[in-house]
């Protein structure tokens, strides 16, 4: 999603220390007084931005200290390879961000390993930024369960930032931005995080529980925490085909 094309979750937020955009965390070392995350839309036919990109991710903080970072699933990704990363990005007034790669080894497993990357000067005007770099290897380590290759992007301070098309690739060169089709990229997000509206089935247990059925889009990466998000619930009586409704059930 380093279009920044599928926000499942929603396209305004107002606080810290959350997923935002799919498969993108923004966080903070400590609260600041202020934080506003949200999706802009790139103007028809804008060539500050190349290759008509939709959307753009925008933060406006205050006072802070704020990480935008992605996981990249399995430490081995990359690992021992030079890799090319590059963005989009521009601020309200010029403030540098720096870039912070490193290796996590999953729980138990071997210590943390940093990537030395630099930092980069932001204008008031689109800059596309670009660092190669090679990986450690993970040669001897002890990998586990849960283990990724984490990038993040900091900036300190009261600014308005803006961040467009992400990408991490092999090799020295930064490509072009790759396009995928809408519902490819959604089929991959959907494998850490889903929202499902509608119900296929669902049935009474007992007078205060019921059991829904769903068919879940795409295999997820792990067994899925579910959470309520609407506690409204429309049921349908086929006996007398009527409808009513009810407060949620726990």
């Known amino acids: 999603n380093g279009g920044f094309d599928i926000w499942q979750r929603g396209v305004n937020f107002s606080t810290f220390n959350i997923s935002v955009a799919d498969r993108w965390f923004v966080g903070t070392s400590s609260g600041p007084s202020s934080i506003t995350i949200s999706r802009q839309s790139f103007t028809p036919g804008q060539t500050d931005v190349p ?20 996981r ?19 601020a309200d007034a010029a403030t540098t961000m720096t870039v912070f790669m490193s290796q996590y080894f999953g729980p138990s497993g071997s210590t943390t390993v940093s990537v030395a ?23 001897g380590k002890t990998i586990n369960a849960g283990s990724y290759l984490q990038f993040n992007h900091s900036i300190t301070g009261n600014y308005v930032t803006d961040m467009a098309r992400v ?6 060169v930064a490509t072009p931005f790759e396009h995928r089709p809408i519902a490819t990229e959604m089929a991959l997000c959907q494998r850490y995080y889903v929202e499902l509206n509608k119900a296929s089935a669902a049935w ?31 049921f349908n009586d086929y006996n007398t085909n009527s409808t009513s409704s009810s407060p949620g059930f726990t």
């Open 117 to 139: 990357t630099p930092s980069f000067s932001l204008t008031t005007s689109w800059q596309k930024f670009t660092h190669t770099v090679t990986l450690p290897s993970i040669s």
């Open 72 to 90: 990249v699933e399995d430490v081995r990704s990359f690992a021992g390879q030079e890799v090319t990363y590059s963005f989009w990005a521009k």
């Open 51 to 70: 290759g008509e990109p939709t959307y753009y991710l925008r933060i406006d903080q205050a006072d802070n200290n704020t990480l935008t970072l992605q």
């Open 167 to 172: 990408q991490l690739e092999p090799g020295s």
């Open 204 to 234: 009474a247990v007992t007078a205060t529980d019921i059991a829904v059925s769903h068919e879940w889009p795409v295999e997820m990466r792990v067994a899925p925490t579910v959470a309520l998000l609407d506690t409204t619930f429309v």
